[in-house]
């Protein structure tokens, strides 16, 4: 699969464990980013899950933000360069 349709989820929408529809995921520094479908109203929510295995475990921080979009494209972008941003700053901390 290429980079940018595995960015964007060419079109191939699916439904992570949580039961989120997942529109783009990428590994970063051993985690996965997920950019998550948040409809809100019209536009859709800035939203995404970050996981990671620790110890035999899964991991999975959820995060939303107040930016909005009407855009699916948009949306993955911003929201896993969020995570990828989370990931820099926090690293493993947010699963404490």
């Given at each position: 699969m290429?980079?940018l349709k595995?960015?964007f ?40 899950t ?8 899964l991991?999975t921080?959820?995060f939303?933000r ?8 948009d949306l993955?972008v911003?929201?896993?360069g ?11 901390k947010i699963?404490?």
């Amino acid at each position: 699969m290429s980079f940018l349709k595995k960015l964007f989820g060419g079109g191939d929408e699916k439904a992570d464990a949580g039961g989120d529809k997942v529109l783009g995921e990428e590994s970063y520094k051993g985690f996965l980013i997920k950019a998550i479908h948040m409809p809100a109203g019209a536009e859709m929510q800035l939203a995404g899950t970050i996981e990671k295995e620790i110890g035999g475990e899964l991991k999975t921080y959820k995060f939303v933000r107040a930016d909005r979009m009407t855009s699916k494209e948009d949306l993955v972008v911003m929201a896993l360069g969020k995570g990828r941003q989370i990931i820099d700053e926090q690293g493993e901390k947010i699963f404490s």
